[in-house]
């Protein structure tokens, strides 16, 4: 309820979030506080949206352009990061993608 009533408050935004997408803390917006440019993870990582969310009062809307952006966002990097090792044979460098699973030795 505290979302359609403020739909467009940051704040309030920020702190529902994460009950509403498994994946994400918070996310990061633009100096006017009216686009969301990037999801961040409970760890901090950061990871820029393909496109921006434009936030608006309609709140059911946007919260929709969020979830598909996020999917095709990670797909369109998960799609990279395997295009780019094909080429380089497994060598891309861990901190280039996002999530980007490596292997520590200790």
Known sequence: M????QSTNPTVIQTHLKKLFAGIHSVQF????QNILAMRSLDGELVPLARKIRITTSVEEWLKELAK?????LQQL???????SRKQLGQVPVEKYPSQVGQRFE
């Open 78 to 84: 998960l799609s990279n990061a395997v295009q780019e």
């Open 69 to 73: 952006e996020m999917v095709s966002t």
């Open 30 to 33: 633009d100096e006017a506080n």
């Open 2 to 5: 505290e979302i359609l009533g």
